[in-house]
């Protein structure tokens, strides 16, 4: 998963590790607040070839807003079992913003 993504794309993929079989979940989510404080659910899949992968692909509208994404995830598992995870956060930048870091030089002071 990239830490970076641009506004308004869709077709980007948010991953996480959960390190539970997800075989038989009732829910898989990922838990997301916006930059503004706007909470959101994501209703994620388990990833195909790896079965303890939670794997969510962005649609229009997701990556509406510039800033510091952040979210967890969030699974029901067969059991009735319910398991949250660690938080993580990820950049949406301006399609035409320097993003620091990206290996772009001379566009962020230390």
């Given at each position: 998963m990239s830490d970076v993504f641009f506004l308004n794309d869709t077709g980007d993929v948010i991953t996480a590790s959960v390190l539970i079989d997800l075989t038989g979940a009732t829910t898989m989510e990922f838990h997301v607040q916006k930059p503004d404080g706007l909470e959101e659910e994501w209703t994620a899949i388990a990833a195909q070839l790896d079965p303890g992968i939670l794997s969510y692909t962005i649609?229009?509208?997701?990556?509406?807003q510039t800033g510091q994404y952040l979210f967890h995830g969030y699974v029901v598992d067969a059991s009735?079992?319910?398991h949250t995870f660690i938080m993580q956060a990820f950049l949406v930048?301006?399609?035409y913003s320097a993003v620091c870091g990206s290996g772009v030089p001379d566009f962020c002071s230390t």
């Open positions: 649609v229009a509208g997701n990556l509406d009735a079992n319910i930048a301006s399609k």
